[in-house]
C-alpha cells in the first residue's frame, strides 16, 4: 500500500502522513512527519521499541479509539496530506469500515489510502463520492483470513480485498 502511495501517487515523501494502526513504514519511505493512531497501548509500546530501532525522528504516537468519533475534533481536522489504514471490515460490527473512513477523509487534506472487502465495493465507492471524494480501486488482492471467533466453522478463508485510494482538493 505504502510503496504504492509513494511511486505511484507521490503521497508519501516529504508528506504528513496518518497511520490508523500505529505503523512506521512511512518514515522509511521519507514522509515528512508520521503520526500513528491505535487503541492499543501494547500495539504502541511495540511501535515504539520499532521506532527506536530504526531511529525514527519524524514519528508521533496517538492511543486513540477512533471508533468512538462520529466526527474527529477540530485539532484533527485535515491534520495529515495522506492518511493510510487497514480498517476492520465491518463483518462482526456492522458500518465500522466505513466510521473509519469516513474519521480518515476527515483527517485527511489529500489523499486515503484503505483496504475493504471486494464484495462491498460498489456501496464504499457510491458513499465516498457522496462525500465529494474521488475514489478508485487501485489494486484487487485475496486476504487469507485466519479463524479468529468460535462461530468461525473454517480454519482459513480467502477473501477479496480492493486497495482503494480516495483523493481530494487536488
Given at each position: 500500500?505504502l510503496f504504492t502511495a509513494h511511486s505511484s501517487?507521490?503521497?508519501?515523501?516529504?508528506?504528513?502522513?496518518?497511520?490508523?494502526?500505529?505503523?512506521?513504514?512511512?518514515?522509511?519511505?521519507?514522509?515528512?512527519?508520521?503520526?500513528?493512531?491505535?487503541?492499543?497501548?501494547?500495539?504502541?509500546?511495540?511501535?515504539?521499541?520499532?521506532?527506536?530501532?530504526?531511529?525514527?525522528?519524524?514519528?508521533?504516537?496517538?492511543?486513540?479509539?477512533?471508533?468512538?468519533?462520529?466526527?474527529?475534533?477540530?485539532?484533527?481536522?485535515?491534520?495529515?496530506?495522506?492518511?493510510?489504514?487497514n480498517p476492520p471490515f465491518g463483518t462482526r460490527?456492522?458500518?465500522?469500515?466505513?466510521?473509519?473512513?469516513?474519521?480518515?477523509?476527515?483527517?485527511?487534506?489529500?489523499?486515503?489510502?484503505?483496504?475493504?472487502?471486494t464484495s462491498t465495493r460498489e456501496y464504499v465507492?457510491?458513499?465516498?463520492?457522496?462525500?465529494?471524494?474521488?475514489?478508485?480501486?487501485?489494486?484487487?488482492?485475496?486476504?487469507?483470513?485466519?479463524?479468529?471467533?468460535?462461530?468461525?466453522?473454517?480454519?482459513?478463508?480467502?477473501?477479496?480485498?480492493?486497495?482503494?485510494?480516495?483523493?481530494?482538493?487536488?
Amino acid at each position: 500500500m505504502l510503496f504504492t502511495a509513494h511511486s505511484s501517487f507521490d503521497d508519501i515523501k516529504g508528506k504528513i502522513v496518518a497511520d490508523l494502526g500505529c505503523g512506521i513504514a512511512a518514515s522509511f519511505l521519507e514522509a515528512g512527519h508520521v503520526i500513528g493512531f491505535d487503541i492499543d497501548s501494547s500495539a504502541l509500546d511495540i511501535a515504539r521499541e520499532n521506532i527506536a530501532e530504526a531511529e525514527c525522528e519524524n514519528v508521533d504516537l496517538v492511543l486513540a479509539d477512533l471508533a468512538d468519533f462520529e466526527n474527529v475534533p477540530a485539532r484533527l481536522c485535515r491534520i495529515a496530506d495522506t492518511v493510510v489504514m487497514n480498517p476492520p471490515f465491518g463483518t462482526r460490527l456492522k458500518g465500522i469500515d466505513m466510521l473509519f473512513l469516513k474519521i480518515a477523509c476527515q483527517m485527511s487534506r489529500r489523499a486515503v489510502y484503505s483496504l475493504h472487502k471486494t464484495s462491498t465495493r460498489e456501496y464504499v465507492v457510491g458513499k465516498v463520492k457522496g462525500w465529494g471524494w474521488d475514489v478508485e480501486v487501485i489494486a484487487e488482492m485475496k486476504f487469507d483470513i485466519k479463524a479468529m471467533y468460535k462461530f468461525h466453522k473454517k480454519k482459513s478463508m480467502d477473501i477479496g480485498v480492493d486497495l482503494i485510494r480516495l483523493s481530494h482538493g487536488m
